[in-house]
């Protein structure tokens, strides 16, 4: 059974920085692209970042691009998301997903974690 659990989220003010880890379990690390997505209340999931397995592309959302930064650490099944520089408008539920590849649509992900909270405060 596929999991990923997200963890690193917090409270933080505008301007600092936070580091989300995913802990994957029940496949084998490398096989599956993983990403992230987060939702902001009263708005759709977006994409943040993903590496592509097809292309070995990696994809930034324009809003993030230059602060957000990806990294793994093999022996721990575990990828991160580094959060830096942020703003109020980073404030959302960060999730952590998993599929063959890597996919703009929430739609088309089918492993999803539980998400972490990350507010920013002005």
């Known amino acids: 059974e596929v999991q990923l659990v997200e963890s690193g989220g917090g409270l933080v003010q505008a301007g600092g920085s936070l580091r989300l880890s995913c802990a994957a379990s029940g496949f084998t690390f490398g096989d599956y692209t993983i990403g992230w997505f987060r939702q902001a209340p009263g708005k759709e999931r977006e994409a943040v970042q993903c590496n592509s397995s097809s292309d070995g592309s990696t994809y930034y959302a324009d809003s993030v691009k230059g602060r957000f930064t990806i990294s793994s650490d093999v022996t721990k099944n575990t990828v991160y998301l580094h959060l830096n520089s942020l703003k109020p408008e980073d404030t959302a539920v960060y999730y952590c997903?998993?599929?063959?590849?890597?996919?703009?649509?929430?739609?088309?992900?089918?492993?999803w974690g539980q998400g972490t909270q990350v507010t920013v405060s002005s």
């Open positions: 997903v998993a599929d063959q590849d890597c996919y703009i649509a929430a739609s088309l992900w089918r492993y």
